[in-house]
T-cell receptor
Framework: DAMVIQNPRYQVTQFGKPVTLSCSQTLNHNVMYWYQQKSSQAPKLLFHYYDKDFNNEADTPDNFQSRRPNTSFCFLDIRSPGLGDAAMYLC?????????????FGDGTRLSIL | DQQVKQNSPSLSVQEGRISILNCDYTNSMFDYFLWYKKYPAEGPTFLISISSIKDKNEDGRFTVFLNKSAKHLSLHIVPSQPGDSAVYFCAARGTGGFKTIFGAGTRLFVKA
């Protein structure tokens, strides 16, 4: 089955220690997104890629970076995680070029900060 | 600044009855609306959507209604089943854009 896969499902890191979350997709979608979701809150868009074109949300902290080396993979790098960065991180994809396409989500990576 | 609001954190419904989940939005530029369903330990999955040119879209037991003048949409599930117990997210998107704004979700409990 075509899908969006996030690894790892759970990640623990130390305060200030860089961490990378990964996402891969077999859907061949040209748009990939990263969302941050804190408990009982709405998923918040951090940034998205349209092919190699990177689009950062205005309120995404500089601490958060992303890389998309090819169509299938996208990474979220948190350079110096703080306690407030503990959250569920969701990767999603969608197909551009056709109007009104829904997003397909991975199961998320839950990040804990010690 | 919550552009998409789901004011009911939870809803409990008896099996076989109708579930009605509500969503309000503030941005009149939104023209495409989606509902996602999320089970524990899984990512959200797309359920149903509606374009602003319509006021109703139906897919089996699920119907979404859009009232543009009130900036309100609702998801009706009938009949409700225990397997429908999940968190439901309302989401909205503007014309030609990729940015999708989500509500905080409503947790639905369907009691057998």
């Amino acid at each position: 089955d075509a899908m969006v896969i996030q690894n790892p499902r759970y990640q623990v890191t130390q305060f200030g220690k860089p961490v990378t979350l990964s996402c891969s997709q077999t859907l061949n979608h040209n748009v990939m997104y990263w969302y941050q979701q804190k408990s009982s809150q709405a998923p918040k868009l951090l940034f998205h890629y349209y092919d190699k074109d990177f689009n950062n949300e205005a309120d995404t902290p500089d601490n958060f970076q992303s890389r998309r080396p090819n169509t299938s993979f996208c990474f979220l790098d948190i350079r110096s995680p703080g306690l407030g960065d503990a959250a569920m991180y969701l990767c999603a994809t969608s197909r551009a070029g056709t109007a009104n396409q829904p997003q397909h989500f991975g199961d998320g990576t839950r990040l804990s900060i010690l | 600044d919550q552009q998409v609001k789901q004011n009911s954190p939870s809803l409990s419904v008896q099996e076989g009855r109708i579930s009605i989940l509500n969503c309000d939005y503030t941005n009149s530029m939104f023209d495409y609306f989606l509902w996602y369903k999320k089970y524990p330990a899984e990512g959200p999955t797309f359920l149903i959507s509606i374009s602003s040119i319509k006021d109703k879209n139906e897919d089996g037991r699920f119907t979404v209604f859009l009232n543009k003048s009130a900036k309100h949409l609702s998801l009706h599930i009938v009949p409700s089943q225990p397997g429908d117990s999940a968190v439901y997210f309302c989401a909205a998107r503007g014309t030609g854009g990729f940015k999708t704004i989500f509500g905080a979700g409503t947790r639905l409990f369907v009691k057998a």
